[in-house]
Every structure is written in structure tokens, then in C-alpha cells.
């Protein structure tokens, strides 16, 4: 009975110890409940061949704090923390998290978690796979420099995009590890290259985390990440003025500033910034030009003609940069061919007329030559005949010359600057009819002896002697092709003679190589030259009365010559020492 007893004693103090084991599980699990938050994880977004965007939403059904939370991700089932992770701040509500360094085309699984007093706490798992891409972007930070109490120089290179045209570039930074496009962002362009970006309006005392970013059609790239701290200290900005703009022409100018206060700091750099929109900063095309105070001029580049531009200097120092004044300035237009008129001809004789041009616009430039040109062939060009009369706009009057009789022409007239020749509306008129020549008329080197049916063309003659006393030459050689006798032979005949007679100083040779008054075309005129030559000695002057040679050969040992006094045509022997008279056509 005693034994029996001890037992029931035995399992009532067991039934207590387990009773109490439930009770106290009990608690813990409502413990549990109130004190575990509930979190969400949501839908990846902004999925590219490298990275995405996912997050969550925490609801808190106590007062125990979020401490972190953010998203863990891996190529296998049920991620957590000890794998790739990201965080986003603190507290309760819904939240983003950069997902990067993904590889391409590949399926990842992710939660979000929460971290609290109690420990880490998931949500659901999820699943996203990247897009399909080719190689990735080459990006690199470039080291912050020119840091200031609230600014800062970056900036990155693209050294290599992906095989996808980049469409933007810049850098983005923030407080925090890790920065996105998400957070403070500058964008400088596109492609690939190196660039500079100006961070401004970052505060005083303050660590920054930056990082290039380059984003093509496959997603957003990140280049190294590079922390730096803003500068401390009480100084000013600098003051500087902005220079009125000069030397402008389509593409380029002339500025500068001038820094009147150095704001308690160095200025470490100073120089213009200039754009198409107003208040430009060095975020835009500027130019450094040197540091320190005082006066500095700049060179404003690769301009668009034509277009306005706003113009501000500006100086940097510890304390940040400062800007001058805002000046305005328009480039020139682009330089075009000038705008000219052809006035009719007027005043028009058998050599000679009147005309000119109206020059109405220098087209953006200089006209440095105008006139008129000339043909008897339509288009006539400055390659034609032309005349010069000065240069500038406006109304010029051309002398036309040295114009055959009855003959049209046509005329333009012309005008160049910068960019080439323009040339006016063609005209075209006709000379009188008649002849501009007349027999005894100096002209071409000598005298007019001998005037054609055309009143267009004729003989001229050597104004005196060439030489007397000397021979036909080649006396026994008979010369093939120097018999002609016919007005127009002379000419025909003196080339045979030079071509077959190897003397020197002959009657022929004397008149071939003679240099007279600018001409260098004369020869022995043939029996019938020579005979018109005799019927105008008087008007051409100078002839003796004694015998002349002709070119005209007649066997090989004798040629035709002509007394000078009776008229009389003969002909004698080769070697005759006789007188020699060039002529030339016309």
C-alpha cells in the first residue's frame, strides 16, 4: 500500500512538471506572435541582363523595432543573409533593394528579411531570372578631386560598352554603400569615353559613396565604388565677374572673368561655362583657366553658328564654386556665297562695252574680287576673260575689251568671298560689225600691213630691218615644203627651212628667233607677203631700196627676192647677200 502510494505521488509531481512545460510553451508562442513581424517579399522589377530591383513590405504588429531589412538572393532555394544581401534602411513599410553583380540569363531566388531584437525574420521566397545579354560594359570611377566643403569633381570611362550603344552615362552617390541611379545622380552624356561630372550641393563634413554608372539596352552598369568626405571650415564663396565676349565667330569666341575675392580660401581653378540654356554651370562646357585672383581670359569652343549662347565665369574654392555675371553673345552665320546681279551691257563698240554687277549680299562674309567675265561660249567663268573692279557690296561698273567685231558674247558678272565664286544671271550681246584694224595701225609688235576679206585678220610688219647682207642659205639643198608662194605660206615655209637647214644666221633663221616687242611668232614672209609687204613700205617705214628675200624657194639653189625700188619679183641665187624684213599674222 505504502509502495503504491510513493507512485501516485510520483506521477502527480510528473503530470505538475509537464503541465508546466505547456503552460510556459504556451506563452513563448504568444510571445512569438505579437513580437514577429509580418513581411512581404515583392515582384522583381528593372530586370537586366545583370541586375534588378526587388524589396518588400513589413507590417509591425508590436512595438519591437526593424533594425535592418533588405533582400537576399542566390541561385539556390531558400536564401538567406550568409548569401548575396542587400539592405535598405530601417523601420516598418515597403522598401527597395538594388540587386546586382547577377549573372546574365540566369534564375535566382530571393526573400526579403527583416532584422529585430529577436533576430532575422524572412519573407516569401521568390524567383526572377536575369535577361539574355551579350559581354558587359567596361566601367571605371574616376577619383573624386576639387573637393570642397559642398562639392565635388568625379566622373568615370567607358572604355568598352557591352557591344550596345550606351544611351547615358554619368555617376550617382549617396550616405550609404552601394549607390544607384536611385539615389543622387549626374548625367554626362553618352557613349563610350571618358567624362567629368560636378557634384554640387553636397553637405559640409560628410562621407559619400560614388560610383560611375553606364546604361545600354541590356541595363545599368556600375563602374568601382569610391568613398570621399566633403571639407569642414568657415570660409566664403569667391566673387568674380563675367568679360564681355569677343573675337566671335561661328564656332568659336572669346571671354574670361575676372576674380575680385578669394572668399578666405585658394581658388584653385577658375574659367567660363557656357550653353544654349540660361545660367550655365561647370556641370555644362566650360574651360579651366588657371587659379588664383585677378584677370584670365578663355577660348569658347565648338560653337553652332548662328545660335545664342549665355556665358557665366566662375572660381572654386574650398567652400564650393561661385559665378559671375550671365552675359549673352550670338555666334555668326554660317558663311554663304554672295547674292549678285549681271547689268545689261551697254555702251557696246566693235571692241568694247559697258556692264557691272549689284552685289546685294556679301553672304556672311567679305567679298574680296568682283566683276564681269566673258565668252563666246554660254556659263563664262573667272577661268575665261575677266575683269577686276575692287571688292565689297553694292553697284560696281566693268569695262569690257579687246572684243572682236560683229561676235556675241555672253556675259556674267561675278562676285567672291570665304566661300567661292557666285556669279549673277547670264546676258549675252552682240559687238557692231566693222573692222577694229586699219592698214599703217601699230599693232602686235609692228605696223599693220595687210588687212583679210574677214577685216578680222592680217599681216603685221617689223617696224624696221632685221638684218642686211646676209643669204637665203643651204645653196644646193633643196627644201621640201618651202616652195609655197600664196599669201598665209610664209609661215609654213620658215619652219620647213629651220627643220632642213643646219646653217646659222640665214635669212629664215634670223626671223624665227626674233624677239620683238613682246612677241616671239615672226617669220619670212612668202613671194606674195613680200610683194604686199612692197605696195605698203611707205606706211610700214624704214625699207631700203635695194633687194628683200622671200621664204619662197624655187629650186635648190635659188629662191624668189624683190627690189624694194622697181617692185621687181626675180629669182637668184641662194647665197645673194640681200636685206631681211619679219612679219607676223594676226
Given at each position: 500500500?505504502?509502495?503504491?502510494?510513493?507512485?501516485?505521488k510520483?506521477?502527480?509531481?510528473?503530470?505538475?512538471?509537464?503541465?508546466g512545460?505547456?503552460?510556459?510553451?504556451?506563452?513563448?508562442?504568444?510571445?512569438?506572435?505579437e513580437?514577429?513581424?509580418?513581411?512581404e517579399?515583392?515582384?522583381?522589377?528593372?530586370?537586366?541582363a545583370?541586375?534588378?530591383?526587388?524589396?518588400?513590405?513589413?507590417?509591425?504588429?508590436?512595438n519591437?523595432?526593424?533594425?535592418?531589412?533588405?533582400?537576399?538572393?542566390?541561385?539556390?532555394?531558400?536564401?538567406?543573409?550568409?548569401d548575396?544581401?542587400?539592405?535598405?534602411?530601417?523601420?516598418?513599410?515597403?522598401f527597395?533593394?538594388?540587386?546586382?553583380?547577377?549573372?546574365?540569363?540566369?534564375?535566382?531566388?530571393?526573400r526579403?528579411?527583416?532584422?529585430?531584437?529577436?533576430?532575422i525574420?524572412y519573407?516569401p521566397?521568390?524567383?526572377?531570372?536575369?535577361?539574355?545579354?551579350?559581354?558587359?560594359?567596361?566601367?571605371?570611377?574616376?577619383?573624386?578631386?576639387?573637393?570642397?566643403?559642398?562639392?565635388?569633381?568625379?566622373?568615370?570611362?567607358?572604355?568598352?560598352?557591352?557591344?550596345?550603344?550606351?544611351?547615358?552615362?554619368?555617376?550617382?552617390?549617396?550616405?550609404?554603400l552601394s549607390?544607384?541611379?536611385?539615389d543622387?545622380?549626374?548625367?554626362?552624356?553618352?557613349?563610350?569615353?571618358?567624362?567629368?561630372?560636378?557634384?554640387?550641393?553636397?553637405?559640409?563634413?560628410?562621407?559619400?559613396?560614388?560610383?560611375a554608372?553606364?546604361?545600354?539596352?541590356?541595363?545599368?552598369?556600375?563602374g568601382?565604388e569610391?568613398?570621399f568626405?566633403?571639407?569642414?571650415?568657415?570660409?566664403t564663396?569667391?566673387s568674380?565677374?563675367?568679360s564681355t565676349?569677343?573675337?566671335i565667330?561661328?564656332?568659336?569666341?572669346?571671354?574670361?572673368?575676372?576674380?575680385?575675392f578669394?572668399?578666405g580660401?585658394?581658388v584653385?581653378?577658375?574659367?567660363i561655362?557656357?550653353?544654349?540654356?540660361?545660367?550655365?554651370?561647370?556641370?555644362?562646357?566650360?574651360?579651366?583657366?588657371g587659379?588664383?585672383?585677378?584677370?584670365?581670359?578663355?577660348?569658347?569652343?565648338?560653337?553652332?553658328?548662328?545660335?545664342q549662347?549665355?556665358?557665366?565665369?566662375?572660381?572654386?574654392?574650398?567652400?564650393g564654386?561661385?559665378?559671375?555675371?550671365?552675359?549673352?553673345?550670338t555666334?555668326?552665320?554660317p558663311?554663304?556665297?554672295?547674292?549678285?546681279?549681271?547689268?545689261?551691257?551697254?555702251?557696246?563698240?566693235?571692241?568694247?562695252?559697258?556692264?557691272?554687277?549689284?552685289?546685294?549680299?556679301?553672304?556672311?562674309?567679305?567679298?574680296?574680287?568682283r566683276?564681269v567675265?566673258?565668252?563666246?561660249?554660254q556659263?563664262?567663268?573667272?577661268?575665261?576673260?575677266?575683269t577686276?573692279?575692287?571688292?565689297?557690296?553694292?553697284?560696281?561698273?566693268?569695262?569690257?575689251?579687246?572684243?572682236?567685231?560683229?561676235?556675241?558674247y555672253?556675259?556674267r558678272?561675278?562676285?567672291?568671298?570665304?566661300?567661292?565664286t557666285?556669279?549673277?544671271n547670264?546676258?549675252?550681246?552682240?559687238?557692231?560689225?566693222g573692222?577694229?584694224?586699219s592698214?599703217?595701225?601699230?599693232?602686235?609688235?609692228?605696223?599693220?600691213?595687210?588687212?583679210?576679206?574677214?577685216?578680222?585678220?592680217?599681216?603685221?610688219?617689223?617696224?624696221?630691218?632685221?638684218?642686211?647682207g646676209?643669204?637665203?642659205g643651204?645653196y644646193?639643198?633643196?627644201?621640201?615644203?618651202a616652195?609655197?608662194?600664196?599669201?598665209?605660206?610664209?609661215?609654213?615655209?620658215?619652219?620647213?627651212?629651220?627643220?632642213?637647214?643646219?646653217?646659222?644666221?640665214?635669212?629664215?633663221?634670223?626671223?624665227?628667233?626674233?624677239?620683238?616687242?613682246?612677241?616671239?611668232?615672226?617669220?619670212?614672209?612668202s613671194?606674195?607677203e613680200?610683194?604686199?609687204?612692197?605696195l605698203?613700205?611707205?606706211?610700214v617705214?624704214?625699207?631700203?631700196?635695194?633687194?628683200y628675200?622671200?621664204?619662197?624657194q624655187?629650186?635648190?639653189?635659188e629662191?624668189?627676192?624683190?627690189?624694194?625700188f622697181?617692185g621687181?619679183q626675180?629669182?637668184?641665187?641662194?647665197?645673194?647677200?640681200i636685206?631681211?624684213?619679219?612679219i607676223?599674222?594676226?
Open positions: 500500500m505504502a509502495i503504491r502510494l510513493k507512485e501516485v510520483r506521477m502527480k509531481s510528473f503530470y505538475v512538471f509537464v503541465l512545460i505547456l503552460v510556459f510553451m504556451s506563452s513563448c508562442e504568444k510571445w512569438d506572435l513580437r514577429k513581424p509580418d513581411i517579399t515583392m515582384d522583381a522589377k528593372q530586370i537586366s545583370i541586375s534588378a530591383v526587388a524589396g518588400g513590405k513589413i507590417t509591425i504588429y508590436t519591437d523595432p526593424i533594425i535592418k531589412r533588405g533582400v537576399c538572393w542566390s541561385q539556390n532555394l531558400m536564401p538567406d543573409i550568409s548575396s544581401a542587400s539592405y535598405s534602411g530601417n523601420g516598418a513599410g515597403n527597395d533593394c538594388n540587386v546586382s553583380g547577377l549573372l546574365v540569363n540566369t534564375q535566382y531566388y530571393y526579403a528579411w527583416a532584422e529585430t531584437n529577436f533576430g525574420v519573407g521566397q521568390k524567383t526572377f531570372t536575369t535577361l539574355v545579354g551579350g559581354p558587359l560594359p567596361i566601367i571605371s570611377t574616376a577619383i573624386p578631386s576639387e573637393i570642397t566643403q559642398n562639392s565635388a569633381t568625379s566622373g568615370g570611362t567607358v572604355s568598352y560598352d557591352g557591344g550596345s550603344a550606351l544611351i547615358q552615362r554619368g555617376v550617382c552617390w549617396s550616405n550609404a549607390p544607384t541611379i536611385a543622387d545622380t549626374l548625367v554626362s552624356g553618352k557613349g563610350e569615353g571618358s567624362y567629368i561630372s560636378r557634384l554640387e550641393n553636397l553637405n559640409m563634413n560628410t562621407t559619400y559613396y560614388i560610383r554608372f553606364a546604361i545600354n539596352a541590356n541595363g545599368t552598369y556600375y568601382n569610391i568613398s568626405n566633403t571639407l569642414t571650415g568657415s570660409g564663396l569667391p568674380v565677374s563675367t565676349i569677343a573675337a565667330t561661328q564656332t568659336t569666341a572669346i571671354g574670361g572673368g575676372n576674380v575680385l578669394s572668399g580660401f585658394n584653385s581653378k577658375r574659367g561655362c557656357w550653353s544654349t540654356n540660361p545660367n550655365p554651370t561647370i556641370n555644362e562646357t566650360f574651360s579651366i583657366d587659379n588664383g585672383m585677378g584677370v584670365f581670359s578663355s577660348i569658347l569652343y565648338g560653337l553652332i553658328p548662328n545660335t549662347y549665355y556665358v557665366r565665369s566662375y572660381a572654386t574654392n574650398a567652400t564654386t561661385s559665378y559671375g555675371n550671365q552675359v549673352t553673345f555666334t555668326q552665320s558663311i554663304t556665297s554672295p547674292a549678285i546681279t549681271t547689268i545689261a551691257a551697254s555702251n557696246v563698240t566693235l571692241d568694247a562695252a559697258l556692264s557691272g554687277g549689284i552685289i546685294s549680299s556679301g553672304g556672311g562674309a567679305t567679298v574680296s574680287a566683276g567675265c566673258w565668252s563666246t561660249q556659263h563664262p567663268t573667272t577661268t575665261d576673260n575677266f577686276t573692279d575692287g571688292s565689297g557690296t553694292g553697284t560696281f561698273t566693268s569695262q569690257l575689251s579687246g572684243l572682236q567685231p560683229s561676235t556675241q555672253y556675259l558678272a561675278y562676285a567672291t568671298n570665304a566661300a567661292g557666285a556669279y549673277g547670264e546676258i549675252s550681246f552682240s559687238t557692231m560689225a573692222s577694229i584694224y592698214i599703217g595701225q601699230s599693232f602686235g609688235g609692228g605696223v599693220i600691213f595687210y588687212i583679210d576679206s574677214t577685216a578680222q585678220h592680217g599681216l603685221i610688219a617689223a617696224p624696221f630691218d632685221q638684218l642686211s646676209v643669204s637665203w643651204c644646193g639643198i633643196n627644201i621640201s615644203g616652195a609655197g608662194t600664196a599669201i598665209g605660206a610664209g609661215s609654213n615655209n620658215t619652219q620647213f627651212i629651220m627643220n632642213d637647214c643646219s646653217e646659222n644666221d640665214f635669212a629664215a633663221s634670223i626671223c624665227f628667233n626674233l624677239q620683238l616687242n613682246g612677241f616671239n611668232d615672226w617669220y619670212l614672209p613671194k606674195d613680200l610683194n604686199l609687204l612692197f605698203q613700205r611707205f606706211v617705214g624704214n625699207f631700203q631700196n635695194s633687194f628675200w622671200s621664204s619662197s624655187n629650186s635648190a639653189i629662191a624668189w627676192e624683190q627690189n624694194f622697181s621687181l626675180l629669182t637668184y641665187g641662194k647665197y645673194d647677200p636685206s631681211v624684213r619679219a607676223r599674222s594676226f
